[in-house]
């Protein structure tokens, strides 16, 4: 995973990062790469490639877990807001009816607990992905431009343990990696 | 290099791009690069550079935007009395126009969200562009329900909040579960529009020609770099999204309906409307959607990305909801004689052949007669054809609104509170106002942001090309 800093690091390079031509050679890369027992890198596409997190060791999505508490806790709000309004509040007869109607406000409910799972959705997966993000050392690379168009990365940080840097792009270069390059912090 | 890119935006491509075919979701000769430079170009195109239509088309928009301007102030000066409503008359043209924008909204989130659910590989192309049209409609549908109101400017007191007259809403009304329904609706389809988007503004901030533009796009992006876990959770979120906006949809018009439904008038309380009324908002969203997409792949070449397969798709879907909605227009019937009850029979009958008949008639044929014509697999391949019915079942969806809300009121349970509803040049500038505010959106909408899903057409592009097979793990690549 990318996410710790890196800042510190003597060497001043963020990592090394080389090119991949097709997203089945970067996720091939990066099987191989995590075999040879590097574990602090990252892989970039275009599109959402299958089983490419996987590939560099992802394990854990956590935006469902934080999605489902945030329904529940819309649940609860929306219910308990209703509830308190109509009975605590502002306690109104109207017709004889029961001051706790719940089967009408499920409608609310049931609202409440959709906004405030969407929006936790959107919310945890920009903060958990450390977005947004004004700086990142990878666009120091200029052909990175294209990991947005047309063009797959794979990128070993300078923070995992087995870093070194000419051995590293070595290592890159014979995964099959087109312009293996130095990445600037 | 960096001059070529610049020379490349500077037209739309010249020769025609032929329409690939009804089996087709994608051109060929396509890879990522192309796909991108295509949907991008459109945007980065200079506005001299931009079709005259799309020019012509804007003005137009933009001179209704000030005509709903006029409408609105003038409404806020005078009050709802420059409207043609009356008692027992009072919902007229602003619920009309509520519920027919909203139902427009519908088929957006329809295309995103349920076709992604089920995995229909011809949303691709349509799906941005159905959303920011489901946006749009829902800020036209928003407007007028707070117009209605008669005092616009206190409209916040539709939300509970604590206040100093220690007064709260009422959330065992429908219209009350209305303020949460549309509200949240707007909320979460710009939420998932805008998700959407950001891959592809990453892609616009990269790939575009002027810095200005890099830094507008780079904002909007968050800085975006395609990183492997962050698609991940990207999926993820989005897949939630797509769930979550699935049943919201359902809610939403099934609360619409209520609106009606909860209430004691003739033909207003039945049970069927909240199915009947989500089919017919997905019918009239569909409509809309084809009536917008089928000019703007002329004006802007893209015939090999928009195809005859979607439009084929969407005129299917449209007749296959346009059925749902004749099955409603039938059980109303049904129910009315079948329940032995006087008023609604009496309802009935009027609404067929009472002041507003016509429009029942013109109703039937626009919503349910004419478009029977999409069967014929000839009539879905010419253009002509499906744009001309698209507009007649807007029409008739209009219609559909205008006859439950106005026949049901004006003939009420006593004869002595009979009324005519005859809107008024006010009524009229509002609504062609805010077609003009929907117009002049859609049309700053594919001038500023990539209109097609650049990053999911890179995606049609890979699975055609490369088949889905990953190359062995450990091999040499």
């Not at chain 2, 989130?109 to 590989?121: E, H, M, R």
């Not at chain 2, 195809?307 to 109303?332: C, D, N, Q, W």
Request: charged share 15%.
């Amino acid at each position: 995973m990318s996410h710790g800093k890196t800042l510190s690091h003597p060497t001043g390079t963020h990592g090394v990062m080389a090119e991949f031509g097709s997203p089945e050679r970067l996720v091939a890369a990066c099987h191989r790469a995590y075999a040879a027992g590097y574990r602090k890198m990252d892989a970039y596409a275009p599109i959402p490639v299958e089983g490419l997190a996987e590939a560099i060791g992802f394990k854990r999505n956590k935006v469902a877990f934080c999605v489902l508490i945030a329904g529940i806790c819309g649940v609860i709000g929306g219910l308990g807001l209703l509830e308190w309004i109509t009975v605590i509040a502002y306690p109104h007869n109207v017709g004889g009816r029961p001051l706790n109607s719940w089967p009408a406000y499920i409608p609310i409910t049931f609202e409440c607990m959709i906004l405030l799972s969407a929006l936790t959705a959107l919310v945890s997966m920009l903060a958990m992905n450390g977005l947004p993000r004004p700086y990142h050392a990878v666009f120091n690379v200029p052909a990175f431009k294209r990991a947005s168009i047309d063009k797959f990365f794979l990128c070993i940080e300078s923070s995992d343990p087995k870093f070194e840097e000419a051995d590293t792009a070595r290592f890159l270069g014979g995964l099959g990696g087109r312009e293996v390059s130095v990445v600037p912090e | 290099m960096e001059t070529t890119e610049k020379a490349d935006y500077q037209k739309l491509p010249e020769r025609l791009i032929p329409d690939p075919g009804p089996d087709s979701i994608l051109g060929p000769g396509h890879d990522y690069d192309s796909v991108t430079r295509r949907i991008a170009g459109i945007v980065y195109l200079p506005l001299k550079n931009s079709p005259k239509k799309w020019l012509v088309g804007a003005f137009i928009a933009f001179c209704f935007v000030n005509l709903l301007m006029l409408a609105v102030g003038w409404l806020f000066l005078k009050g709802t009395g420059i409207w043609g409503i009356n008692i027992p008359i009072g919902w007229g043209f602003a619920i009309i126009n509520f519920v027919w924008w909203i139902g427009i909204g519908h088929a957006g989130t329809l295309i995103s969200a349920v076709l992604f659910l089920l995995k229909q590989d011809w949303r691709t192309s349509i799906n941005r562009f159905s959303e920011a049209m489901t946006l749009f409609a829902v800020a036209c549908a928003g407007m007028f329900p707070i117009l209605h109101l008669g005092r616009p400017w206190l409209a916040y007191w539709l939300f509970p909040y604590p206040n100093s007259m220690a007064l709260w809403p009422q959330p065992r009304s429908p219209l009350e579960w209305d303020v949460f329904a549309v509200s949240t609706y707007g909320t979460v389809s710009l939420v998932f529009w805008y998700v959407g988007l950001l891959p592809d503004l990453a892609s616009m901030r990269d790939g575009a020609p002027h810095l200005w533009q890099r830094k507008i796009y780079g904002i909007l992006a968050l800085g975006w770099r395609g990183s492997a876990i962050h698609w991940h959770r990207y999926q993820k979120a989005y897949l939630l999204l797509a769930g979550l906006a699935t049943p919201l949809v359902l809610s939403v018009h099934t609360i619409v309906s209520f609106d009606f439904a909860i209430s004691v008038i003739p033909g207003w309380h039945t049970t069927i409307f909240p199915p009947y009324f989500v089919a017919g908002a997905v019918y009239s969203g569909f409509a809309m959607v084809l009536t917008l997409i089928i000019p703007l792949r002329s004006w802007y070449n893209m015939r090999d990305l928009i195809t005859l397969r979607h439009i084929e798709a969407a005129s299917k879907l449209m007749l296959g909801v346009g059925l749902i909605v004749a099955y409603g227009y039938g059980m109303e019937a049904f129910f009315a004689w079948y329940s032995g009850d006087k008023y609604e029979s009496f309802m009935y009958w009027n609404r067929m052949t009472g002041p507003y008949g016509f429009t029942y008639v013109l109703l039937i044929l626009c919503n349910i007669l004419l478009p029977q014509a999409l069967w014929s697999r000839k009539v879905r391949h010419n253009l002509v054809l499906v744009w001309i019915i698209s507009i007649i079942v807007n029409i008739g969806m209009w219609l559909e609104r205008f006859v439950i809300v106005v026949t049901s009121l004006h003939r009420d349970f006593l004869p002595s509170s009979w009324g005519i509803y005859i809107p008024s040049k006010w009524d009229w500038a509002t609504y062609a106002g805010t077609l003009g505010f929907f117009m002049f959106l859609i049309f700053l909408f594919v001038r500023a942001l990539p209109s097609i899903s650049i990053f999911e057409v890179r995606e049609v592009v890979h699975h055609e090309s490369h088949g889905e097979h990953l190359e062995p793990v450990g091999e040499e690549a």
